[in-house]
Nanobody
Framework: QVQLMESGGGLVQAGGSLRLSCLASGSIFSISSMGWYRQAPGKQRLLVAV???????NYADSVKGRFTISRDNDKNTVHLQMNSLKPEDTAVYYCNADSSPPHSDSMHYWGKGTLVTVSS
């Protein structure tokens, strides 16, 4: 079982930066990938960035060049560095982890979310 805890959300002005962190605990060595999703008011939850256990990353087109996902050396914490923030980045950001333990079905875990508000 994996537990996720997000932190780092807050209110910033357009053009500013925030750094989100997601701490994973539990069966962390079964995690195959971790990522960040966001959900704006009235919108569906969409992928922002993902990083695999092999270090490959993918980003939504809307955040390429501005956001960077990274993983600590111990692999239990993932960060999302958000630069040049825009008002349209305002959303609840959720940490996600996919777990594929041996001889078991894949599991998907979610944090409770952290609110990012970008003012104009």
């Amino acid at each position: 079982q994996v537990q996720l805890m997000e932190s780092g959300g807050g209110l910033v002005q357009a053009g500013g930066s925030l750094r989100l962190s997601c701490l994973a605990s539990g069966s962390i060595f079964s995690i195959s990938s971790m990522g960040w999703y966001r959900q704006a008011p009235g919108k569906q939850r969409l992928l922002v960035a993902v990083i695999t256990s092999g270090g490959n990353t993918n980003y939504a087109d809307s955040v390429k060049g501005r956001f960077t996902i990274s993983r600590d050396n111990d692999k239990n914490t993932v960060h999302l560095q958000m630069n040049s923030l825009k008002p349209e980045d305002t959303a609840v950001y959720y940490c996600n982890a996919d777990s594929s333990p041996p001889h078991s079905d894949s599991m998907h875990y979610w944090g409770k979310g952290t609110l990012v508000t970008v003012s104009s």
